[in-house]
C-alpha cells in the first residue's frame, strides 16, 4: 500500500541537519566506497540518458540525503524518493526544502500508485535497500521499476552483491556499521521530538524481519533481464558491494 508522507513535526533545523548528517556518515559502513560509487553514477546516468536525467527517483532513500544530492547534481530534474518509514520521512521532508517530493509507500507490495503520477522515470536508484527483500519480492520490484521506467531509461541497484571465491578480499560487513545504526537510533529516541512517530515506526515493522538476501551480481543482472530491461550489468564494485545498471 503506498500514502502520503506523514504529517512533518515542528523540528529544530539544526537537529534535522544533524540527524541527516549522521544519518549519512552510519550508512557510509553499511556501502564502503559510497564516495566512489557516487562518483561513477553521475557519469554512467548522463551517459545512458544522454544528459541530466529530467526525472529521479529514489526507492527506499530514507531521510533523502542522497535524493538531495542527486538534485544538487541535477538542479533541473524533477526528484521524488519513497520510503515507509515514518521517521525517515519526516526528516527528509523537514530537510530537503522542497527539492525533492517525498512518497511513502511499501516495497513489499504494490507502491507504484504512490509515485507513477512523478514518472515515467529517466533515473531510478535503490542503494542498500533491495536486501530486506525476499527473492520473489527483489524479482517484483525489478518489474515494477521497469514499469515507471521511460524507454531508454535506468535502473541503478547498489547493494550487497558478493563474488563467489573472494571471501577474503570482499570480507564481511564490519561490526562498528551496526553499532554506528544503534547509537543513530537511540540519540533520536533520546531526542524526544519524533517520539510519536518512533511510536508509529515500532507499528509499521512489527513482524517484519529484514530477509538478508545477498546473491551474487548475475542472479540481479538475470533479475532484470527477465523483467524486461534491454541491457544490465555491473558499473561499480567495492568488495562485496556493487552496483548493478539496467537499462528499460
Given at each position: 500500500m503506498a500514502s502520503s508522507p506523514p504529517a512533518v513535526p515542528v523540528l529544530d533545523r539544526a537537529a534535522v541537519d544533524r540527524w541527516r548528517r549522521s544519518w549519512d556518515e552510519a550508512m557510509a559502513g553499511f556501502l564502503p566506497g559510497a564516495a566512489a560509487f557516487e562518483q561513477v553514477l553521475p557519469a554512467v546516468v548522463e551517459a545512458v540518458c544522454g544528459g541530466a536525467p529530467r526525472r529521479i527517483l529514489d526507492l527506499g532513500g530514507g531521510p533523502g540525503v542522497f535524493a538531495e544530492r542527486m538534485a544538487g547534481r541535477w538542479p533541473g530534474a524533477e526528484v521524488a524518493m519513497m520510503d515507509l518509514d515514518p521517521v525517515l520521512l519526516a526528516l527528509a521532508a523537514a530537510g530537503a526544502d522542497g527539492r525533492v517530493r517525498v512518497h511513502r509507500g511499501d516495497l513489499t507490495s504494490s507502491w507504484c500508485g504512490a509515485v507513477g503520477p512523478d514518472g515515467p522515470y529517466d533515473l531510478i536508484t535503490i542503494v542498500m535497500t533491495i536486501h530486506y527483500l525476499t527473492p520473489g519480492r527483489a524479482?517484483?520490484?525489478?518489474?515494477?521499476?521497469?514499469?515507471?521506467?521511460?524507454?531508454?531509461?535506468?535502473?541503478?541497484?547498489?547493494?550487497?552483491?558478493?563474488?563467489?571465491?573472494?571471501?577474503?578480499?570482499?570480507g564481511s560487513l564490519p561490526p562498528a556499521a551496526g553499532l554506528a545504526w544503534e547509537r543513530w537510533w537511540d540519540e533520536v529516541r533520546a531526542a524526544g521530538a519524533l517520539r510519536h512517530l518512533l511510536d508509529e515506526r515500532q507499528a509499521v515493522f512489527a513482524g517484519r524481519v529484514p530477509a538478508e538476501f545477498a546473491p551474487p551480481a548475475d542472479w540481479h543482472r538475470r533479475a532484470a533481464l527477465r523483467s524486461g530491461f534491454e541491457q544490465a550489468g555491473v558499473v561499480w564494485r567495492w568488495g562485496a558491494h556493487a552496483a548493478l545498471a539496467a537499462i528499460a
Amino acid at each position: 500500500m503506498a500514502s502520503s508522507p506523514p504529517a512533518v513535526p515542528v523540528l529544530d533545523r539544526a537537529a534535522v541537519d544533524r540527524w541527516r548528517r549522521s544519518w549519512d556518515e552510519a550508512m557510509a559502513g553499511f556501502l564502503p566506497g559510497a564516495a566512489a560509487f557516487e562518483q561513477v553514477l553521475p557519469a554512467v546516468v548522463e551517459a545512458v540518458c544522454g544528459g541530466a536525467p529530467r526525472r529521479i527517483l529514489d526507492l527506499g532513500g530514507g531521510p533523502g540525503v542522497f535524493a538531495e544530492r542527486m538534485a544538487g547534481r541535477w538542479p533541473g530534474a524533477e526528484v521524488a524518493m519513497m520510503d515507509l518509514d515514518p521517521v525517515l520521512l519526516a526528516l527528509a521532508a523537514a530537510g530537503a526544502d522542497g527539492r525533492v517530493r517525498v512518497h511513502r509507500g511499501d516495497l513489499t507490495s504494490s507502491w507504484c500508485g504512490a509515485v507513477g503520477p512523478d514518472g515515467p522515470y529517466d533515473l531510478i536508484t535503490i542503494v542498500m535497500t533491495i536486501h530486506y527483500l525476499t527473492p520473489g519480492r527483489a524479482l517484483a520490484l525489478y518489474r515494477a521499476a521497469r514499469s515507471v521506467l521511460r524507454p531508454g531509461g535506468l535502473l541503478i541497484v547498489a547493494d550487497l552483491m558478493p563474488e563467489a571465491g573472494l571471501d577474503r578480499v570482499t570480507g564481511s560487513l564490519p561490526p562498528a556499521a551496526g553499532l554506528a545504526w544503534e547509537r543513530w537510533w537511540d540519540e533520536v529516541r533520546a531526542a524526544g521530538a519524533l517520539r510519536h512517530l518512533l511510536d508509529e515506526r515500532q507499528a509499521v515493522f512489527a513482524g517484519r524481519v529484514p530477509a538478508e538476501f545477498a546473491p551474487p551480481a548475475d542472479w540481479h543482472r538475470r533479475a532484470a533481464l527477465r523483467s524486461g530491461f534491454e541491457q544490465a550489468g555491473v558499473v561499480w564494485r567495492w568488495g562485496a558491494h556493487a552496483a548493478l545498471a539496467a537499462i528499460a
